[in-house]
């Protein structure tokens, strides 16, 4: 890995191969900009970082990702390695988490729609210490901020919000437990309390309401046909 004295460190963070490799080679052709690190999972980004922080400047983060997802990685990067700035990419640019992962640590927030031209945009803000939000996003949280316009997916935890995107994405409490270092019996407790929140009875139910408020993307859509 090479150091960052003049180019921006940038580390891709993506469970899709075809997107992961295709914002590598993007970025790679931009000047300024170097892609010090390609990996799959919020698991995979925290222990880049924790090896090689000192080469990466920003990160662009998905959201949607087996185990820990991006969420939970967000927040703990944020917490122990303050000076990287993450930007959140997505499919949504509405739907509750825009407005979360913002106060729990994130940068930036781009959808996988925005161009090329935003994205590196959004890097070289990000990098100066600012925030980029894209235009379509930056409208929907001001919408949200409207009154009566709460969601009620806004009313959960960050540990419920994490495990309600776990259960949707079809995971088994025992796989859960492992992945947030958590007992079964603890996951049990937080999906009955999902329910009752949610005023779901089923795990189908509560996948059906994380895809109408924009939680999941279309891939975890179509994989659970």
């Not at 960052?4 to 490799?21: E, F, P, Q, T, Y």
């Not at 990466?56 to 087996?66: C, F």
């Not at 997505?90 to 729609?113: C, E, F, M, Q, W």
Request: net charge negative; aromatic share 2%.
């Amino acid at each position: 890995m090479s150091g960052k004295a003049s180019n921006i460190g940038v580390m891709v963070v993506d469970d899709h191969d075809l997107v992961r490799h295709g914002f590598t080679s993007i970025l790679s052709a931009q000047e300024g900009i170097e892609v010090v690190a390609d990996v799959n999972s919020g698991e995979a980004a925290i222990e880049q970082c924790r090896n090689h922080h000192k080469d990466i400047d920003v990160i662009l983060m998905d959201v949607n990702m087996p185990g820990i997802g991006g969420i939970e990685a967000t927040k703990r990067i944020s917490k122990q390695w303050p000076d990287i700035g993450i930007i959140i990419i997505t499919v949504h640019a509405d739907g509750p988490i825009p407005k979360r992962l913002l106060k729990g640590g994130a940068k930036g927030y781009l959808t996988k729609g925005n161009d090329v031209n935003e994205m590196v945009e959004a890097i070289r803000d990000v990098h100066a210490g600012g925030r980029y939000i894209a235009k379509d996003i930056a409208q929907q949280l001001a919408l949200s901020m409207l009154p009566g316009q709460d969601s009620i997916i806004d009313s959960l935890s960050k540990r419920e919000l994490q495990i309600l995107m776990m259960i949707a994405q079809a995971h088994r409490n025992n796989e859960i437990a492992e992945t947030l270092n958590i007992s079964p019996k603890t996951v049990s407790t937080y999906r009955a309390r999902l329910h009752e929140k949610l005023g779901v009875t089923t795990d189908i139910e509560m996948f059906h309401l994380a895809m109408k408020h924009g939680i999941l993307d279309e891939n975890i859509h179509n994989n659970n046909k």
